[in-house]
């Protein structure tokens, strides 16, 4: 019996002509295929707003990984699809907006782990702080599970944002 080949993490971007139904093909094919999504970022790129990139955290096996770029290249009005994971160095972040709810000693902790993560205080009330914080997608898990026994009460996060190092570009 042969063991499953591991599931990976893949950084998919894709450059799209900005224009109605892009998204939903993207989204179809994932979704149509039993593919899941971990995070989705989508925003024009250019200043006339006609090329938009998606960016794209999902996983799975090799194959599949290589099934999804190669059925995402095939999509109209796709340009180009990158696989950052896979390509070279490259750069994620993902900015999150996280509330605690406390007073006394679990307030002053959840503000000495903010300043800790280096997490901002955009919003303070006598009973909770938002906090911004900008990171990998692992810094803000940690943050946000630091925060669980002090009081988190939501979390809003805007899924990945990746670009290459150096000089490669999509």
Known sequence: ???????????ISVLVENEAGVLARVI????????NIDSLTVAPVD?????????????GTEMVIEQIKAQ?????PVHRVSDL???????A???ALIKVCSTGNDRAEALRLADAFRARVVDATTGSFVFE???STE??????????PLGLAEVSRTGVAAIARGTRVI
């Open 133 to 135: 914080m900008t990171g």
């Open 47 to 59: 200043d006339g707003r006609g090329r938009s990139r998606i960016n794209i955290v999902t996983s």
């Open 139 to 148: 810094k803000l898990d940690a943050f946000v599970e630091l925060m669980r």
């Open 72 to 76: 995402l290249d095939r999509l109209v």
């Open 85 to 91: 994971t896979r390509e070279g160095p490259h750069i």
């Open 28 to 35: 179809g094919l994932f979704s149509g295929r039993g593919y």
């Open 93 to 95: 972040r993902e900015m």
């Open 1 to 11: 019996m042969t063991t499953p080949a591991p599931n990976t993490s893949a950084t």
